[in-house]
Nanobody, 115 residues
């Protein structure tokens, strides 16, 4: 059973930074891709950033140049570095992993950007 545990959310002022972490219960190299999604109140869950087994990354347009997804294979952890945060980035952020076309999700971590 795959378990994904997120951490690093919190309250930050506009323009600030946060780093989210997603620790997996097994080798992240077994996943075809991992990523971060977010869901704001009243909105659908959306993909923020993803990284494939081969290391290719993708970002939604609204975070390009501000967010960076990375991984530490030895620690079985994926990160989302978020800089230049805006109030519209406020959401619950979820870690996602694709293992042989099966989706796994973390419990979510709240990110609130407010002055």
């Amino acid at each position: 059973q795959v378990q994904l545990v997120e951490s690093g959310g919190g309250l930050v002022q506009p323009g600030g930074s946060l780093r989210l972490s997603c620790a997996a219960s097994g080798s992240i190299f077994s996943f075809s891709a991992m990523g971060w999604y977010r869901q704001a109140p009243g909105k659908q869950r959306e993909l923020v950033a993803s990284i494939t087994r081969g290391g290719s990354t993708t970002y939604t347009n609204s975070v390009k140049g501000r967010f960076t997804i990375s991984r530490d294979i030895a620690k079985n952890t994926v990160y989302l570095q978020m800089n230049g945060l805006k109030p519209e980035d406020t959401a619950v952020y979820y870690c996602h992993a694709d293992l042989r076309s099966t989706d796994y999700w973390g419990q979510g971590t709240q990110v609130t950007v407010s002055s």
